[in-house]
């Protein structure tokens, strides 16, 4: 479960699906100050991953790296069979393509409408779609992250801060990634806007066979749709797991995390919504 207890770096091409993030002794400075020293990581198929950890721990410049927008001092990065950190310097359009990113705040060009938000990275990638079927694919991509129709001719500033988080899903979604980065996706909504769109989250993945890395310091999320969670701290992944698994771990930090006021209501909320369901899987 410690991800410090990694073998050397090789991935094997019969992994290379198994783990479409591999992430192996990666180190990231800025100047002196070190944000990450030695962090492994392995991400499965087709799981909700929840990175979590102490403000500044590093979770947004960890996902920066595995995207190439961070160049890391040392280590290697892994995604889909294909290495990240040697690639940087050729751009490699085809793994850029294979993943979406909701960035904290949603992240759109403010001077475009919702729809033309989710054209962008299709006319980057397929600038030989015709203007009807990328208007077409917009409006799907759209309509499937929660929005009604009328949201597609809207400005960001438009939109509620629910709407504009739904809006950066329907763009990350726009290529039909594997993969889906969400940089802290609940923050700023209210409870239900938070919870329903945990729920549209955790349904997108199961249908569309989604790997998520999802930063979050929301507890709810974590207890209701993440399959395993990523402890960052002291520059490294301390720990992934469960969170039955982590709660066995003896680290101050995540037993204060999760058995702290919050922690504890997080998880009576969660099973009390669980016994509601009368038994039934999520
Ligand atoms: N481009 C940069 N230049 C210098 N320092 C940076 C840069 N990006 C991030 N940092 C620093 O790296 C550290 C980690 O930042 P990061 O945004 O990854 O934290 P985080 O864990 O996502 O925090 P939060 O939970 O508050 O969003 C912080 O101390 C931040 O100031």
């Not at 950066?168 to 993969?179: F, I, K, M, N, T």
Request: charged share 25%; hydrophobic share 40%; with cysteine.
């Amino acid at each position: 479960m410690h991800e410090a207890d990694h073998e050397a770096h090789e991935v094997p091409p019969q992994f290379a699906g198994e783990f479409p993030i591999v992430i192996e002794n990666l180190t990231n400075r800025f100047g002196e100050q070190v944000v990450h020293e030695d962090l492994s990581l392995k991400v499965r198929r087709g799981e909700i991953l929840g990175v979590v950890g102490g403000s500044g721990t590093g979770k947004s410049v960890l996902m920066r790296s595995i995207i190439g927008l961070q160049i890391p001092e040392k280590g290697s990065i892994d995604v889909l069979g294909q290495s990240i950190t040697d690639a940087m310097e050729d751009e490699d359009i085809d793994i850029r393509s294979r993943w979406g990113v909701l960035f904290q705040g949603g992240a759109l060009f403010s001077t475009l409408t919702v729809a033309e938000n989710v054209e962008v990275p299709l006319k980057q990638f397929y600038p030989e779609l015709a203007n009807d079927l990328m208007h077409e694919i917009a409006r799907y991509k759209v309509r499937l992250s929660g929005l009604p129709e009328e949201a597609t001719s809207k400005y960001p500033s438009e939109l509620s801060g629910g709407m504009r988080k739904r809006a950066g899903l329907a763009r990350a979604l726009a290529l039909d990634p594997e993969l889906l980065f969400l940089d802290e996706p609940t923050a700023g909504l209210d409870p239900i806007g938070a919870a329903a769109f945990d729920h549209l989250t955790r349904e997108l993945a199961d249908t569309m066979g989604l790997t998520v890395f999802l930063i979050t310091h929301d507890l709810d999320t974590l207890y209701a749709i993440c399959d395993r969670v990523a402890v960052l701290a002291d520059h490294k992944v301390i720990a992934v797991g469960t969170i039955p698994e982590l709660l066995a771990t003896d680290h101050a930090w995540i037993q204060e995390y999760f058995n702290g006021p919050r922690g504890r209501a997080a998880d009576t909320t969660y099973h009390r919504a669980d016994e509601g369901r009368d038994g039934q899987e999520r």
